[in-house]
T-cell receptor, first 111, second 114 residues
Framework: KQEVTQIPAALSVPEGENLVLNCSFT??????LQWFRQDPGKGLTSLLL?????REQTSGRLNASLDKSSGRSTLYIAASQPGDSATYLC??????????FGQGTRLTINP | DAGVIQSPRHEVTEMGQEVTLRCKPI?????LFWYRQTMMRGLELLIY????????DSGMPEDRFSAKMPNASFSTLKIQPSEPRDSAVYFC????????????FGSGTRLTVV
């Protein structure tokens, strides 16, 4: 059974800092890995998708990397802003079409 | 495209009542998923369809839960009878060609059973 773990569970940093969110998975036989953002009381917004043949994806201030051999993915946020405050979820597509989610990292950026 | 559309956004019902949640996937997507999110268990896959056919319902918690997809543009998740422990946020998601191009989630239905 695939398990996805996100560390830390919560993170609070001052505005302007660069930060890294971590995601680890137990079975390296994943198809894709996707990072989502969830604002309180809202749905999931897709941030980045890394296909299994790729090692990283970038969108603006966000960069996600994937290392299947070590079972890890990281989400790097540069020059953080208060608007980045949200819960960040990683999910890997494992076993046919199933997305398995981590419990998320609740990020707070302090002005 | 308007994205994945779910209705209602909020539902409050009494224990024992039937609840029906609705989802319209993105046009052209061939996979549809129902997830449930709770504080204790996070996001869990309940069931998913491919080309309107249920593929895996192993995540459906009990026989009280059922899901249908009568056509490519509509799906329902029904709970009958509802119980307080069913209170959660239910998300619908759709994708094209599996997850090769990622998954798109709806805004969710927050269900409260009192």
């Amino acid at each position: 059974k695939q398990e996805v773990t996100q560390i830390p569970a919560a993170l609070s940093v001052p505005e302007g800092e660069n930060l890294v969110l971590n995601c680890s998975f137990t079975d390296s036989a994943i198809y894709n890995l996707q990072w989502f953002r969830q604002d309180p009381g809202k749905g999931l917004t897709s941030l980045l998708l890394i296909q299994s043949s790729q090692r990283e994806q970038t969108s603006g201030r966000l960069n996600a990397s994937l290392d299947k051999s070590s079972g890890r993915s990281t989400l790097y946020i540069a020059a953080s802003q208060p608007g980045d405050s949200a819960t960040y979820l990683c999910a890997d597509q494992w076993g046919a079409q199933k997305l398995v989610f981590g419990q998320g990292t609740r990020l707070t950026i302090n002005p | 495209d308007a994205g994945v559309i779910q209705s209602p956004r909020h539902e409050v019902t009494e224990m024992g009542q039937e609840v029906t949640l609705r989802c319209k996937p993105i046009s052209g997507h061939d996979y549809l998923f129902w997830y449930r999110q709770t504080m204790m268990r996070g996001l869990e896959l309940l069931i998913y369809f491919n080309n309107n056919v249920p593929i895996d319902d192993s995540g459906m918690p009990e026989d009280r839960f059922s899901a249908k997809m009568p056509n490519a543009s509509f799906s329902t998740l029904k709970i009958q009878p509802s119980e307080p422990r069913d209170s959660a946020v239910y998300f619908c998601a759709s994708s094209f060609l599996g997850g090769n191009y990622g998954y798109t989630f709806g805004s969710g239905t927050r269900l409260t059973v009192v």
